[in-house]
T-cell receptor, first 115, second 111 residues
Framework: GAGVSQSPSNKVTEKGKDVELRCDPI?????LYWYRQRLGQGLEFLIY????????KSGLPSDRFSAERTGESVSTLTIQRTQQEDSAVYLC?????????????FGPGTRLTVL | GDSVTQMEGPVTLSEEAFLTINCTYT??????LFWYVQYPGEGLQLLLK?????DKGSNKGFEATYRKETTSFHLEKGSVQVSDSAVYFC??????????FGKGITLSVRP
């Protein structure tokens, strides 16, 4: 079946503009995660959705970052007033549920460049 | 908070050499431990995992044992191949199973 998909694959924007990144998880997966990977760094957790529960937003670096998910489907990550330090690869992952030890399946990522 | 430390890279080996990539962690509670791999031009994928102390994860000839006493999850392979060239990430699964990653290490295997 289809894996996790993300769009766009690449996004170049000017400092101060807003951007929206999209993630389509694997069908039936109730848990969805956003991470980002800055150059030369490991992945950093941003936000976690599990079903209809309140999301875990503890990894969002500032109030310019927000994310939504409709039910158990598509999620969008929005970055307002982008800054150069927001340049990174943004990865989405989904898993069957948020239980201990479950494998997360990753999408190909969106490479964001802020000029 | 949770953290993962991986040995510094990159690592270059000859084919059939023995591989060890060190990984240690700091965590509260009883995390799950993972190794993810990213092959050139591909997305991140799970290589192996262990969910409790003394468990051994294995896949494609790679192994790692969850050592609670040394807070380690070192990755090993007895004989690497050129096709193992990739970036390897150690990760810890904590609360809500969100992952904390190490910085990753690039492995290059030459024929």
């Amino acid at each position: 079946g289809a894996g996790v998909s993300q769009s766009p694959s690449n996004k170049v924007t000017e400092k101060g503009k807003d951007v929206e990144l999209r993630c389509d998880p694997i069908s039936g997966h109730t848990a969805l995660y956003w991470y980002r990977q800055r150059l030369g760094q490991g992945l950093e957790f941003l936000i976690y959705f599990q079903g209809n529960s309140a999301p875990d937003k503890s990894g969002l670096p500032s109030d310019r970052f927000s994310a939504e998910r409709t039910g158990e489907s598509v999620s969008t990550l929005t970055i307002q007033r982008t800054q150069q330090e927001d340049s990174a690869v943004y990865l989405c992952a989904s898993s069957l549920n948020g239980r201990h030890g479950n494998e997360q399946f990753f999408g190909p990522g969106t490479r964001l460049t802020v000029l | 908070g949770d953290s993962v430390t991986q040995m510094e890279g990159p690592v270059t080996l000859s084919e059939e050499a023995f591989l060890t990539i060190n990984c240690t962690y700091t965590a509260t509670g009883y995390p799950s431990l993972f190794w993810y791999v990213q092959y050139p031009g591909e997305g991140l994928q799970l290589l192996l995992k262990a969910t409790k102390a003394d468990d051994k994860g294995s896949n494609k000839g790679f192994e790692a044992t969850y050592r609670k006493e040394t807070t380690s999850f070192h990755l090993e392979k007895g004989s690497v191949q050129v096709s193992d060239s990739a970036v390897y990430f150690c990760a810890l699964g904590g609360a809500n199973s969100k992952l904390t990653f190490g910085k990753g290490i690039t492995l290059s295997v030459r024929p």
